[in-house]
């Protein structure tokens, strides 16, 4: 029930409404987790293969530890705020290829920052039941006031009176990202956890390594992007 793949858009949603409560947004998730995985898929120009590409990083190094790659068709048509049907499949399919269980998934695209407060990473972590977070680059929803310059800096990303997220700056002067809780980890920690994979960078190390391994994938494969 869980992972089928729906036949039409009003079933998606369907799905995504009758998994929506299942969402754990309390956590805490892990306060300090020995290993975090990043999730990335990237499609071949045609449109019509994806490399969905999973890192496992150590938390404290950064350096990658474990990593899977998954090749394969899009699963739905492609339907904004349905992203999930389309790619979680071979999201799934190379978590299962892994040989460590991550404490963390860290999903390139949103969780509760949804327009039915259901995205890519609440999906993957209710799925799998690991605690997971969504980091876009873009919001898909909300509004919000751009925060302080500073690294570290924040500020609410806000549907009416709805909480949906922190639009956080990784990077002195430099864009910020849009954090949201996926799954078993509070706002706070998603917030702290992005933080402590963006040391060098605006994207999460996680986002970095997935982004390059399911590039060289689809390269390799003579489908680059």
Known sequence: ??????????EAV???EELRPLVDLVGPGPLAPETVAG???????????????????DARTLAVVDSA???????????PGLFAFR????????????KTVPDLLVCDGHGVAHPRRFGLACHLGVVT?????????????GEWEAPAAERGAWSALR????????????????????????????????TARVLALTPRYRLPETTRTADRLCREAL?????GS
């Open 219 to 223: 390269a390799g494969a003579g489908n």
């Open 69 to 79: 790659v998954s090749l394969g068709r899009p699963a739905f048509d492609y339907v």
């Open 1 to 10: 029930m869980l992972t089928r793949t729906p036949r039409s858009v009003a």
């Open 159 to 190: 549907d009416g009176g709805e909480v949906l997220g922190r639009v956080l700056r990784t990077r002195d002067g430099v864009k910020p990202v849009f954090v949201s809780v996926g799954h078993r980890v509070s706002l706070e920690n998603a």
């Open 129 to 141: 039941g690991l605690p997971a977070i969504g980091v876009g680059k873009t919001p898909l929803v």
């Open 14 to 16: 369907a799905v995504q």
């Open 87 to 98: 790619e979680a499949p071979a999201l799934l399919a190379a978590l299962d290829a892994l």
């Open 39 to 57: 999730l990335d898929v990237a499609y071949a120009e045609s449109g019509d293969l994806l490399a969905a590409a999973v890192t496992v990083l």
